[in-house]
Structures are given as C-alpha cells and as structure tokens.
C-alpha cells in the first residue's frame, strides 16, 4: 500500500521569505500522481500544484514551486515570497495510476504559520 | 465554473441515528470521491464512483455506503452512528482521466452526541 509522510507538523516562516515543505512517500508504481493541497482555517482544500511521475521538470504555478526527486521518492514544496494568506495545514497526497490506487493518500499535513 | 457543493454544511445527530449527505461535483466532473477528516485519523477514503459505480473503496465499516446518480451528484449515508463518526466529510471531484486533481468542496461537519 501507499503511503505518504509530512514528518514536520509545524512549520513557521517570515512574511516575504521562503519556505520548503518537506515530504516523503513510498510506493512500487512507476506512474503515479502527486499533488499539494492546502486548507485553511476555512477548511476548504485548496490544489496548490500537480506533478506527474513520469515528468522530469518539477511543476511550478507563481509562487509555489516542487522539488521532485523520483528515486528519492521525496517531493517538497517551496513557498517562495511568503504571504500572510498562506498560512494554513498544507497536505502531501499520492494518487495512482489504476483504478485500484485512484484514491488520494494524504500525509498527516504541515501547519505553517506565516510572522509579519 | 461552480464549484464543487455539499449539503448539508452542518449536522448534529445522535448516536443510533442514521445520516445523509449529499455532494454535487463540478459540471462535467464523472468522478466523485469522499474522504473524512477527523483530528486524531487526519484524511481518510471512504469511496469512488465513476459513472454510478463504485470505483475504489476505503477500509471502513459497512455502515458506511455511497451512491452516484445519473447526473453525478452523489450521496454517503452512514447508518447506526456512533460518537467516533463525528467528523469533516470532504467530496471531491475530478474529470475522466484518473490520474486527474480532485477538487474538493466545503465539507459537511458532522457532530454525533
């Protein structure tokens, strides 16, 4: 079975500075999907980025960039330019690539909490 | 695009009783999956439908069950609650492809007494 691990549970960082979330999983499939989702106090899980086993080039959207490490089996997160709005439970989620392993594995989140 | 929806946004039951909670996914979303959030278990799947069938389930008691309607809009039910169900039930959907984000909606808080 999947699984993935956020050994960090908290996390605190300066407004205007960066950050890396860091996060591990383990599995024996070579095509897979992995995402971060942030959630904030409202609850409501946000995507913040998409990463495709099978692509070498690490998914950036503005601000929020991956570093990811196949063999490793390591994908983190960076945060760059901190905002006060990003402070919220950011989860870690595998998702394979058949219909038996479509469901999404979440880590256990990372609360990061931004300083003005 | 409107989001995905959940209703109710909040319940409070007790315990023995039995609920109903209903998601509608994006337009155009076939998949639907439902996952529960709870402070001490974090995310955990419940079930997947795809196209009105059951595509992938969770490890969770059969008191636990699910539905997808023609139109995509699904229901859990939980029956015979117990106080350990308390907790944020989470819908999300995707398009077609499975290897595709989900998108999730508000959630339903859950509160059994």
């Known amino acids: 079975a999947q699984t993935v691990t956020q050994s960090q549970p908290e996390m605190s960082v300066q407004e205007a500075e960066t950050v890396t979330l860091s996060c591990t999983y383990d599995?024996?499939?070579?095509?897979?999907?992995l995402f971060w989702y942030k959630q904030p106090p409202s609850r409501q899980m946000i995507l913040v980025i998409r990463q495709e086993a099978y692509k070498q080039q690490n998914a950036t959207e503005n601000r929020f960039s991956v570093n990811f490490q196949k063999a490793a089996k390591s994908f983190s997160l960076k945060i760059s330019d901190s905002q006060l709005g990003d402070a919220a439970m950011y989860f870690c989620?595998?998702?394979?690539?058949?219909?038996?392993?479509?469901?999404?594995?979440f880590g256990k989140g990372i609360t990061l909490s931004v300083r003005p | 695009k409107a989001g995905v929806t959940q209703t109710p946004r909040y319940l409070i039951k007790t315990r023995g009783q039995q609920v109903t909670l209903s998601c509608s996914p994006i337009s155009g979303h076939r998949s639907v999956s439902w996952y529960q959030q709870t402070p001490g278990q974090g995310l955990q799947f419940l079930f997947e439908y795809f196209s009105e069938t059951q595509r992938n389930k969770g490890n969770f008691p059969g008191r636990f069950s699910g539905r997808q309607f023609s139109n995509s809009r699904s229901e859990m039910n939980v029956s015979t609650l117990e106080l350990g169900d308390s907790a944020l039930y989470l819908c999300a959907s995707s398009s077609q492809g499975i290897g595709r984000e989900q998108y999730f909606g508000p959630g339903t808080r859950l509160t059994v007494t």
């Open positions: 599995t024996s499939e070579s095509d897979y999907y």
């Open positions: 989620a595998y998702r394979g690539s058949t219909g038996a392993n479509s469901k999404l594995t």
